[in-house]
C-alpha cells in the first residue's frame, strides 16, 4: 500500500534532549527526522509529537521542537502513545487511517506504538532511517518484529515521494530543489 497525503500523519516518538545522546547515531536520526518534518509542514501533512517522561528525559530536542506546534506534543507515561489518553484523543482527532512513525526507542516506545496503531485499524509505517535505540541488535529485531506484524517499513524519500504522488508540479519542484538534491 502507498502512503497517502490526504489520509496520513507523521508521528515523532520521544526523540528527547537526555535520551539521544544514548542512541547509536542520534545525530542522523534527528538530521533525518527533521528533513521529513519540514517536507510534512511544507505538504500540510499533520504532525504530532510525543515525550516520554519530560521530567526526567527532557523535551523534544530544539531543532524538532520548533517545527512542532506545542500543542501538537504530548507528554506520555505509557510507551505506546495510544495508551495515553491526550496523544490518543490527538491521533483521534485527526481521523488519519495512515501512520508514519519516527522515533526513538525503536524497540520500545516506537515498536509498542507501531503495533498498538496496527491493532487498532491504523495502517502504520516505522521510517527506519529515522529511528534509532541505543543498541542495533535492539533496532534491529525491533524492524524484524514490525515487518512480521504487518508494519510497512520504509524509508524517508519513500514518504516523500508517496506524499508527493508525481513530478512535474510546482509542490514537486519546490521540495526538488529544496529537499532532494
Known amino acids: 500500500m502507498l502512503i497517502q497525503p490526504n489520509n496520513s500523519c507523521l508521528l515523532v516518538v520521544d526523540i528527547q534532549e537526555k535520551l539521544a545522546p544514548a542512541i547509536q547515531e542520534h545525530e542522523t536520526i534527528l538530521e533525518n527526522a527533521c528533513w521529513l518534518t519540514d517536507i510534512a509542514n511544507r505538504l500540510h501533512i499533520p504532525v504530532l509529537a510525543s515525550e516520554q517522561y519530560p521530567q ?3 523535551e523534544t530536542l530544539e531543532p524538532l521542537r520548533h517545527r512542532i506546534p506545542r500543542e501538537q506534543t ?19 482527532s485527526l481521523r488519519s487511517e495512515q501512520v508514519v512513525i519516527i522515533g526513538m526507542e525503536a ?3 516506537v515498536l509498542q506504538t507501531a503495533m498498538r496503531l496496527e491493532q487498532e485499524g491504523r495502517q502504520v509505517f516505522v521510517v527506519r532511517d529515522c529511528i534509532g535505540s541505543r543498541k542495533a541488535e535492539d533496532k534491529n529485531a525491533a524492524l524484524e518484529r514490525l515487518r512480521d506484524n504487518g508494519i510497512e517499513i520504509v524509508t524517508r ?14 509542490r514537486f519542484r519546490q ?6 538534491r
Open 56 to 58: 526526567g528525559l527532557g
Open 74 to 92: 504530548f507528554s506520555k507515561l505509557a510507551f505506546a502513545c495510544s495508551d495515553d489518553s491526550a496523544c490518543a484523543d490527538a491521533l483521534q
Open 107 to 109: 524497540h520500545v516506545c
Open 157 to 170: 524519500e519513500m514518504v516523500a515521494f508517496e506524499w508527493l504522488r508525481k513530478a512535474g508540479t510546482e
Open 175 to 180: 521540495i526538488s530543489r529544496e529537499f532532494l
